[in-house]
C-alpha cells in the first residue's frame, strides 16, 4: 500500500536532517557556537541597539554573557563576529554607537569591536 504525499516527504525531511546532524557531528574543526545561536542571545539587545531603552536590559547583559562564554575559542570568536555582522547587516535602525557599547555596559569582556567594519578574520 502507498503512503500518503505528506507523509513521505515527512520521512524525507527527517532524514535529511539526521544526515545534516550526522556530517555536522563528523566534520573536524566545527565551531560550537551558531548563527541561530548568535542570534537568539542578542536578541534582547535589539530595543537598546535601536536607541528605544535608556541602558541594556538584564536579559541583554545576560545574552552578551552567555555568548562570550560560549565562543571560547578563536574559530568561535570569528563564527560570532560574522554572525554578528550578518544579521545586523539588513537593520539600519541599529545606532552602532550603541551596539558596540553593549559588552562594556553589561561588565562583559568581548575581544574585539562590535562593529560592521570589524575584520572577523583576525579576531583571536
Known amino acids: 500500500m502507498a503512503r500518503p504525499a505528506g507523509q513521505q516527504q515527512q520521512q524525507v525531511a527527517a532524514a535529511a536532517v ?43 547583559c545576560a545574552g552578551v554573557r552567555s555568548l562570550a562564554d560560549a565562543a571560547r575559542t578563536a574559530a568561535d570568536r570569528q563564527a560570532t563576529c560574522n554572525c554578528l555582522k550578518q544579521a545586523t547587516a539588513g537593520m539600519g535602525a541599529l545606532k552602532p554607537d550603541l551596539v558596540a557599547g553593549i559588552p562594556a555596559k553589561c561588565g562583559v569582556n568581548i575581544p574585539y569591536p562590535i562593529s560592521r567594519t570589524t575584520d572577523c578574520s583576525k579576531v583571536q
Open 18 to 60: 539526521v544526515a545534516l546532524l550526522l556530517v555536522a557531528a563528523a566534520a573536524p574543526g566545527t565551531v560550537a557556537v551558531t548563527c541561530g545561536q548568535v542570534v537568539g542571545y542578542i536578541t534582547p539587545c535589539l530595543s537598546y541597539a535601536m536607541g528605544r531603552a535608556a541602558a541594556p536590559g538584564p536579559a541583554c
